[in-house]
């Protein structure tokens, strides 16, 4: 007997990871697009998410590309969630990049490098094209072979010929050493359904065909089956791809790297794209896009903590906002009147005015007790963490007198207190333990207020 062993199945089945947002799925409101109180694991702030609503109504009907929207508030109410549920209700084929304004400082690349190739990825390109391809189920393959040029005693593949048949007529074609060789790589026989470009000869193997003899036994194997094609063989056949404008502009820049030297010392491996090569690229996006070939996508290119871009990068965000590509802008910051950085001047949330003028501002407002208790008790059933109804209702209060955050934090530790203890259920005294074990930032405050004289200072 073969010596097989069976493995005990594995404690983890899946890697799971508890993020701060995957609690929320959505924005949470109904078709009128106001704001159910607690829904799609959003809590209160109904305003904030009624206005993120239409902004995302209009994304979806592409009418706002070029916007900025600033998301405003203290601390821990929920514009990071929003932006997070912005992005699940635009769905998958909507661009959405999240980055924070701390990623433009790199010693590598420039700041405006960053935010451009921030925003060509957020524009879709939905390219449409009409090629001609033979189509059809293999019902004959031929290969010819010849003996190598160098070494006669190897074999090298030589032409192929090739039956083809769809629902309504059969084809035998003839095609050379390239196409042939493809089929032999592909592992391509009788039953399979395969396309052949006219022009290019790039040969795609679809699956195997329902009604071939092989489509019909059930044998262990992964081909996909397919049913077979109809039409005719040669036709001229529709292609969509979705790409991003950065997508084209890397496939751009790598074809252009190619040159004498590359075949000495490979690629040119440039950290920054050429201007030339975007401008190439939208050019021909356009020529695209008048023709009827393509379609932009203006997706969202979401900046959290943006208080700490500086006056250059405010500028440039600025200033492609009024180029034609450009996706919507989503900026979240927490701060009041800062300054702004790189300057020593004073504005409301440490953004330039000129860019507070263009945009549309949306504020969130601190929770209170109730809110605190609902968002802690979906938290709670996201980190999969029993809590009896004492427990919660402290929490809560801890909650609204610190901070949410603070909050949130809190649980987790009460849980892993209640663990420690041989416990399910997260009970009040968990809570309070950890309460008094860690601090929070009033009492972190007071606690170096008191501790000046002895703490080091440099
Ligand atoms: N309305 C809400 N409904 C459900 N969960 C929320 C809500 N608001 C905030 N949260 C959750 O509370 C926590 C803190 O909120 P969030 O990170 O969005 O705050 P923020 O406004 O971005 O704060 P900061 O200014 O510090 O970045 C997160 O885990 C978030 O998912
Ligand atoms: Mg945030």
Not at 60 to 73: R, T
Not at 429 to 451: C, G, H, N, P, T
């Amino acid at each position: 007997m073969a010596s097989i062993r069976e493995l005990p199945p594995s404690g983890i089945s899946r890697f799971e990871r508890i993020g701060a947002h995957t609690h929320i799925k959505g924005l949470g409101l109904d078709e009128k697009l106001r704001a159910i109180k607690i829904q799609d694991g959003m809590v209160g702030q109904e305003k904030a998410r009624e206005a993120a609503g239409l902004v995302v109504r209009m994304i979806k009907e592409g009418k706002l590309s070029g916007k900025c929207i600033i998301l405003a508030g203290p601390p821990g109410t929920g514009k990071t969630a929003i932006a997070v549920a912005v992005s699940r209700e635009l769905g998958e084929n909507v661009p959405f990049i999240q980055m924070s304004g701390s990623e433009i400082y790199s010693s590598e690349r420039k700041k405006t490098e960053i935010l451009i190739e921030a925003i060509r990825k957020c524009i879709g390109v939905e390219i449409h094209e009409m090629r001609k391809v033979y189509e059809g189920e293999v019902t004959r393959v031929d290969i010819k072979t010849a003996p190598h040029p160098y070494n006669p005693y190897q074999k090298v593949p030589e032409s192929v010929h090739l039956t083809l048949k769809t629902k309504e007529e059969e084809k035998s074609i003839e095609a050379g050493p390239s196409i042939a060789q493809q089929i032999i790589a592909e592992g391509i026989s009788e039953g399979h359904v395969i396309q052949i470009d006219a022009e290019t000869g790039r040969v795609v193997n679809l699956g195997l065909s329902l009604e071939s003899t092989k489509g019909k036994t059930y044998d262990v194997d992964t081909t996909r089956k397919i049913p077979p094609p109809t039409g005719k063989v040669l036709k001229e056949k529709e292609f969509v791809y979705t790409l991003t404008l950065n997508d084209l502009d890397e496939l751009n820049a790598r074809q252009r790297s190619g040159g004498f030297f590359s075949l000495l010392f490979g690629g040119s491996e440039s950290k920054e794209i050429d201007t030339e090569v975007r401008m190439a690229v939208d050019q021909q996006v356009k020529e695209w896009v008048d023709s009827g070939k393509a379609f932009i996508h203006p997706g969202v290119l979401f900046i959290d903590d943006s208080h700490l871009l500086d006056l250059e990068a405010f500028s440039f965000l600025g200033r492609a906002m009024e180029s034609e590509l450009v996706p919507i802008i989503i900026l979240a910051t927490n701060r009041g009147v800062a300054r702004i950085r790189g300057t020593d001047v004073k504005s409301p949330l440490g953004f330039p005015i000129d860019l507070i003028d263009r945009s549309v501002i949306i504020t969130t407002q601190p929770y209170d007790v109730e809110s605190v208790k609902e968002i802690l008790r979906i938290r709670s059933e996201e980190e999969k963490i029993e809590l009896d109804s004492k427990a919660l209702e402290r929490l809560a209060e801890v909650g609204a007198k610190s901070s949410l955050r603070y909050a949130v934090q809190l649980l987790s530790l009460a849980a892993q207190n209640a663990k420690a203890l041989n416990k399910k259920k997260v009970a009040i005294e968990d809570v309070q333990r950890v309460d008094e074990l860690f601090k929070d930032i009033s009492e972190a405050a007071e606690y170096l207020r008191k501790y000046e004289e002895k703490l080091m200072i440099h």
